[in-house]
């Protein structure tokens, strides 16, 4: 025993063990007390979310996030910070990632590279492909590797083929044209770097790495007082890890919010919804212990009360958990939403393996049919959707902060949370770019590439991928309430 530290009595202690009883016995209970019911600003009950979740979108989600297509992500991890000077990059072993060698990737996802996601079926929309996608849609045709790994050697860096005609090489310059200036939600990462890699997303799970302090609080910092709208009468920090946060604390502080119009309300539950499931992720998987060099990753009841309890947070903990329903809803309607892009013959998700492949669309389309039954969508209609001018003014301002937050991800110290962090922001930003694409999604042809509405195989990653956090999130949201009854039995036993 440490000197100086006076052991307790047998009162004392007794005391200890009935109040912890207690905690224990009565936590469960309010979180499922508090964690339920209507969301604010759409018609759908948690209660709802989670059925479906469970039931339906999960296994498959988790299915599909296990296919070729959707594991390898390519990202630039070494992009330096562009708003202050970086403290270094995290020393801790488990904030290492592992990329991915050349040889383990797909031929059809190392040659499709950046370029778009689809088989052509006519002549004219061949007048707009790259070189790189020329030897894609011909390989496939002729369904042989050695041809596109041919291909792909001659391609180099993906130069145009000078037996092009100028027309279509003006096509092409066009619609690159067109890319460059989309209304991307995202900074997004150039794959033609020779600094972007190749990650296995099953490989590099997100989890704790102990990541933290002065560099993670500026981060979060950084996103919530500088772009969520905050307004200037309120002067306590929205980042919950903001070490003191005076007197305003708890529930309470949010009448601000109901201030607010719908738009920047729903942008502040976008961000505390996605740091509440990365939260979630880090207590489901936290470094619980490690013997002879073996790591040994479960559940933390103890961090997850830190970040979640009512009555750790002031009650704030239920909100941030109501704000990852939220951001499900979200991303589960853009989902329904560019279901109709994916639907269309022309679409393939190609890696090589003609079977595999075929597997995989089946797959998404399966989930993509189980997003469009979901009865309470929130409507994104009512976004926006006041004075034109007004609104189009507003809708920037949305998108150019959230793009920002999206550059912020550049400046996390650990690669593992930074190569989490891109990704479930690029997700996220893709499905408010789907969300607002409405009208160019309706207007797709059915056989030909649409100049109105691309996405990029990196987009198409990040999408799922980041919907399949969530889901997970929500899962184990689940897990840790049975964890928490569990507690709670044992201990009056």
């Known amino acids: 025993m440490s000197p100086g530290v006076p052991r307790a009595g047998a009162g004392q202690g007794a005391a200890a063990a009935v109040q912890l009883l207690v905690t224990l016995s009565f936590l469960p209970s309010v979180v499922e007390a508090q964690v339920t019911g209507v969301?604010?600003?759409?018609?759908?009950?948690?209660?709802?979310?989670?059925?479906?979740?469970?039931?339906?979108?999960?296994?498959?989600?988790?299915?599909?996030?296990?296919?070729?297509?959707?594991?390898?992500?390519?990202?630039?991890?070494?992009r330096p910070c562009p708003f202050w000077a970086e403290d270094g990059h995290c020393s801790?072993?488990?904030?290492?990632?592992?990329?991915?060698?050349?040889?383990?990737?797909?031929?059809?996802?190392?040659?499709?590279?950046?370029?778009?996601?689809?088989?052509?079926?006519?002549?004219?929309?061949?007048?707009?492909?790259?070189?790189?996608?020329?030897?894609?849609?011909?390989?496939?045709?002729a369904n042989n590797t050695k041809e596109l790994e041919d291909c792909?050697?001659?391609?180099?860096?993906?130069?145009?083929?000078?037996?092009?005609?100028?027309?279509?090489?003006?096509?092409?310059?066009?619609?690159?044209?067109?890319?460059?200036?989309?209304?991307?939600?995202?900074?997004?990462?150039?794959e033609r770097s020779p600094a972007a890699q190749y990650v296995d997303l099953l490989l590099n799970p997100e989890r704790y790495t102990g990541y933290k302090g002065s560099s993670a609080w500026r981060v979060w910092n950084s996103i919530y007082e500088e772009n969520c709208f905050k307004p200037r009468s309120v002067y306590r920090p929205l980042n919950p890890l903001a070490p003191s946060?005076?007197?305003?604390?708890?529930?309470?502080?949010?009448?601000?919010?109901?201030?607010?119009?719908?738009?920047?309300?729903?942008?502040?539950?976008?961000?505390?919804?996605?740091?509440?499931?990365?939260?979630?992720?880090?207590?489901?998987?936290?470094?619980?212990?490690?013997?002879?060099?073996?790591?040994?990753?479960?559940?933390?009841m103890k961090e997850f009360k830190r970040r979640f309890d009512p009555v750790e947070t002031k009650g704030e903990g239920p909100r941030r958990l109501k704000n990852l329903y939220f951001l499900y809803l979200i991303e589960l309607r853009a989902l329904?939403?560019?279901?109709?892009?994916?639907?269309?013959?022309?679409?393939?998700?190609?890696?090589?393996?003609?079977?595999?492949?075929?597997?995989?669309?089946?797959?998404?389309?399966?989930?993509?049919?189980?997003?469009?039954?979901?009865?309470?969508?929130?409507?994104?209609?009512?976004?926006?959707?006041?004075?034109?001018?007004?609104?189009?003014?507003?809708?920037?301002?949305?998108?150019?902060?959230?793009?920002?937050i999206s550059r912020i991800m550049d400046c996390v110290g650990?690669?593992?949370?930074?190569?989490?962090?891109k990704l479930q922001t690029q997700g996220l930003g893709t499905a408010l770019k789907i969300l607002f694409s409405e009208k160019e999604i309706q207007k797709l042809p059915e056989n030909s590439p649409s100049k109105g509405f691309q996405l990029t195989r990196q987009e198409i990653?990040?999408?799922?991928?980041?919907?399949?956090?969530?889901?997970t999130s929500i899962r184990e949201l689940q897990n840790f309430k049975v964890l928490l009854q569990h507690s709670r039995d044992t201990s009056t036993v």
């Not at 709802?48 to 297509?69: A, G, H, M, V, W």
């Not at 529930?251 to 996605?274: H, N």
């Not at 009865?375 to 793009?403: I, Q, T, V």
């Not at 990040?462 to 919907?467: D, K, P, S």
Request: charged share 30%; glycine share 6%; aromatic share 12%.
């Open 414 to 421: 650990c690669d593992k949370c930074r190569l989490w962090g």
């Open 92 to 141: 801790i072993k488990d904030c290492h990632v592992e990329p991915c060698p050349e040889s383990k990737i797909p031929v059809g996802i190392k040659a499709g590279n950046s370029n778009k996601v689809f088989a052509i079926t006519n002549n004219d929309a061949l007048a707009s492909l790259s070189f790189v996608e020329l030897c894609t849609y011909y390989s496939k045709v």
């Open 152 to 190: 792909e050697q001659a391609s180099k860096l993906g130069a145009i083929n000078s037996t092009l005609s100028n027309q279509s090489k003006e096509a092409f310059i066009d619609w690159a044209r067109y890319d460059d200036s989309q209304d991307h939600f995202c900074e997004l990462d150039d």
């Open 336 to 404: 329904s939403k560019v279901a109709p892009y994916f639907e269309r013959s022309i679409v393939d998700l190609y890696t090589g393996n003609v079977q595999e492949d075929a597997d995989t669309k089946t797959l998404l389309l399966n989930i993509f049919q189980d997003t469009k039954s979901f009865p309470m969508h929130f409507d994104e209609k009512s976004m926006f959707a006041g004075d034109k001018k007004g609104a189009k003014s507003l809708k920037e301002e949305f998108r150019l902060h959230f793009k920002n």
């Open 461 to 471: 990653v990040a999408l799922l991928n980041a919907f399949g956090r969530l889901s």
């Open 39 to 78: 969301l604010d600003d759409c018609l759908c009950d948690i209660d709802s979310i989670d059925n479906f979740n469970t039931f339906k979108i999960f296994p498959k989600i988790k299915k599909l996030q296990e296919r070729d297509y959707f594991r390898y992500y390519k990202v630039n991890l070494k």
């Open 245 to 300: 946060r005076g007197e305003d604390d708890g529930e309470s502080f949010y009448t601000w919010l109901e201030g607010l119009c719908l738009e920047k309300r729903v942008f502040y539950k976008l961000i505390s919804g996605l740091h509440a499931s990365i939260n979630l992720h880090l207590c489901a998987n936290y470094l619980l212990e490690e013997t002879w060099g073996k790591p040994s990753w479960g559940p933390n």
